[in-house]
């Protein structure tokens, strides 16, 4: 399970590089934490698809009710729905 975040975390790594640059990338990375991409990698599974035992699973949760927080939508899911919606 370790290896599978790795790779997922490296994926990460080098699609910021392509998208900023090294140097933009590390200056951007100063202030993330190891929960910050924990976060992140649930949440662009849960966007992509995968279903909340499969994120339960990588991140380790025992209890699928802490995994399920990252089904709470964000303020830009929020956002995003009420411009769908027209109001």
Known sequence: MELLFASSLLKLVRMGVKMSGPLDLARRLENVTPHMLRHS???????RGAQL???????????????GIYLTPSEEDVRLAIGRAGV
């Open 41 to 47: 990698l649930a949440r662009r599974m849960l966007e």
């Open 53 to 67: 035992p499969e994120v339960q699973r990588v991140l380790g949760h025992s209890r699928i009710s802490t995994t």
